[in-house]
């Protein structure tokens, strides 16, 4: 995912903190479209990846 | 390394680079350390060019504001090419966000440069109940480290002695990852850390030294995936760093938080916003121009200076033989150079052009024109702009051809196409809102709210029409908030100073030849045909001929054709869709020269005849409502 705060893309599922600037995300503040992290471990949490959050 | 401009550096001994990440005051400290004020924004990534000040004998060279070294965008390669190059560095990173910035601190370390440390914004960091143990952290950096407050000029001459200090340890926690690098490749130290992070460029330029040395002719010396274990690894350092060297009080006072949340939340925040429109209404409206402009105008020109300069310059010059076009150019009732020409540049426009730039500084400097911007970054997301897009448009209310060079930072080539037309279009400068404003004010301030909604309007559709009609997608959101902070006098007035001086150089010399030559035109009965030829013009519009001088005007600036309708007897109605129209027309000429620039002479050419069929279409569909 891309970080909101330097662009720098990185993996979320080696944590939602932005390796290069430490900003921190979590599932309040991102959509499921943006993220991914949990896709591959519960594919259904996102809604069936329509990028909303349940 | 790559084709960015390396600014020249001259004669002087060093070269040292002010690095650090976007919003931390890296553009004051930069002018502190000079001795010399360049216009600051607060905005995030501002500094785009580099620039170049002399300090003791040193070259000092300011960077883009970047979160690392690194080819992720325009800036950090420009920033990169010259941090490789210089001879030292001073890192500035803020006291309340160290934990973000101090990676880009450890990279400069990593990579061997030279580096004093400013700790900046200690103020704040402060306030917030922030305490940094600044030995500490020189201790466990291994480099100078010193606090400052830019903004105030504290620590600044401490800062500047300690240039000489700039050193790197020899050895950092990094070159556990050369392992990864084959043994014989030639590179410095900071390219190795470049290479373990898979910078392309530093490994094209690498392999171009020594075109043998990677495995299997791969495109980089080590995958993508091993820039996020080194960046890991780095931010782990930092966090540990902060752990030791930072201690939180009772923490922030409520009030910035509070109205922060106000100011972002739509509910809370639109009325707020409203609120603030009609706050800058009546502030310039009503106590500058109804007030101040009245009593220039009236008074001091009316009275004393206009009857003065034309009996005076009247004697030496008559009205008559030889000196009779002379005096017409002079003294002409229109646009007189001595009379009218003067009272327009310093009667009407420079008063409400300074007084918008108070206005402006202190929004931008508080931090509320970004939060403002975010409020419709939905609807910039909506016309195929991103988040980027919002600092554009805010500093094109200070001055377009400003705005434009910014456009830099906004994503694709695409989205740049699309905010330039927009700021082409339908964002006015501060110089012609402040003259927008004191036309609109003798009419009231619902008039001034059906301005701000027409404007928006046509900002939307025009947005709406760009994003359909170019091909491609726009960009995720990128963008940054600056903290909101209490404005402070002497920064806002630096600002408003220093945006005065540009526009009395720029809008002076322009305003006297531009009134020169429609004197001229005058004189030579031509003014009069070119009304007339723009009669169908005028009239589909519900306006008088004489309008037609108001465009020739608005040819050269949008502030002058504003300014020119102020002598001109016009209904409210006519006013407003005159106005309309002047804000939509085309942008002024360096605005245009910055355009084609930018982007090209295609794109120039087609925004500003469109500017023409949207100014005219919109002010005849306007005419036609209001019944003109």
Known sequence: MKCGTCGYEFDPERGLECPRCGESFDCTGISCAECGACSGILPGLGGAGDGENT | ?628
């Open chain 2, 1 to 628: 390394m790559t084709d960015a401009t390396i600014p020249d550096t001259g004669d002087a001994d060093r070269t040292v680079a002010l690095a650090g990440c976007p919003n931390v005051g890296k553009s004051v400290l930069f002018n502190e350390l000079a001795d010399a004020y360049v216009d600051v924004s607060n905005y995030p990534g501002t500094t785009v060019d580099t620039t170049v000040a002399r300090v003791d004998g040193d070259a000092l060279v300011d960077t883009p504001g970047v979160y690392g070294v690194g080819s992720f965008s325009e800036e950090e390669r420009v920033a990169r090419d010259i941090l490789l190059e210089a001879d030292a560095v001073v890192n500035v990173v803020a006291a309340p966000t160290l934990q973000r910035d101090l990676f880009l601190t450890l990279q400069l370390l990593d990579m061997g440069i030279p580096t004093v440390v400013a700790v900046n914004v200690m103020d704040e960091a402060e306030r917030d109940g922030i305490e940094i143990d600044v030995d500490a952290l020189a201790d466990r950096l291994g480099v100078p480290v010193v606090p400052t407050v830019a903004t105030e000029g504290r620590g600044v001459d401490d800062l500047r002695e300690r240039l000489d200090e700039a050193t790197a340890p020899d050895e950092t926690p990094i070159e556990e990852f050369f392992d990864a690098l084959p043994d014989d490749v030639e590179a410095s130290r900071a390219e190795q850390v470049l290479l373990v992070e898979a910078d392309e460029p530093t490994a094209e330029a690498v392999r171009e030294r020594a075109p043998v040395v990677a495995d299997g002719g791969a495109p980089g010396f080590v995958g993508e995936d091993h820039r996020d274990e080194v960046y890991g690894h780095r931010r782990d350092r930092v966090d540990a760093l902060v752990d030791a060297v930072v201690s939180e009080g009772d923490g922030p006072p409520a009030w910035s938080e509070r109205l922060d949340d106000l100011l972002l939340r739509p509910l809370t925040g639109t009325p707020l916003m409203v609120a603030l429109l009609g706050a800058v209404y009546y502030l310039i409206g009503d106590l500058v121009a109804q007030r101040l402009v009245d009593f220039l105008e009236i008074v001091v020109f009316g009275e004393y200076y206009v009857p003065f300069v034309e009996s005076t310059v009247g004697s030496v010059v008559p009205a008559a033989g030889w000196a009779e076009p002379l005096h017409f150019v002079l003294l002409n009732e229109n646009l007189g150079l001595l009379t009218v020409t003067v009272q327009y540049l310093l009667g009407v426009l420079l008063p409400l052009v300074v007084s918008f730039y108070l206005v402006i500084g202190a929004l931008e400097v508080s931090g509320v024109l970004p939060r403002l911007a975010v409020l419709t970054d939905r609807g910039l997301s909506r016309i195929g702009l991103n988040g980027r897009a919002i600092i554009p448009m805010i500093v094109g209310l200070g001055c377009v051809t400003m705005a434009v060079i910014t456009t830099r930072m906004v994503g694709s080539r695409r989205e740049r196409l699309i905010a330039t037309a927009l700021l082409g279009l339908a964002v006015p400068c501060s110089a012609q809102l402040g003259v927008i404003l004191g036309l609109l004010a003798g009419l009231g301030l619902v008039w001034w709210f059906g301005y701000v909604a027409v404007i928006l309007v046509v900002f939307g559709v025009a947005g709406v029409f760009l994003d359909r009609a170019l091909p491609g997608d726009g960009e995720g959101l990128i963008t940054e908030l600056p903290r909101l902070r209490r404005p402070r006098a002497g920064n806002i007035a630096s600002k408003t100073a220093s945006r005065t001086k540009m526009f009395l150089r720029e809008a002076g010399p322009l305003f006297a030849v531009t009134a020169l030559g429609v004197s001229l035109l005058d004189y030579l009965g031509l003014l009069a045909r070119i009304e007339q030829s723009l009669a169908p013009l005028t009239g589909a519009v519900g306006l008088p001929t004489d309008f037609g001088q108001v465009v020739v005007l608005g040819l050269i600036r949008r502030d002058f054709a504003a300014a020119g309708m102020t002598g001109m007897s016009l209904s409210a109605a006519q006013t407003f869709v005159g106005l309309v129209i002047v804000t939509l027309f085309v942008p002024c000429i360096l605005s245009m020269v910055m355009i084609v620039k930018e982007r090209d002479l295609t794109s120039g050419t087609l925004m500003w005849v469109g500017s023409w069929v949207v100014a005219f279409g919109v002010g005849a569909v306007l005419a036609v409502v209001m019944g003109l």
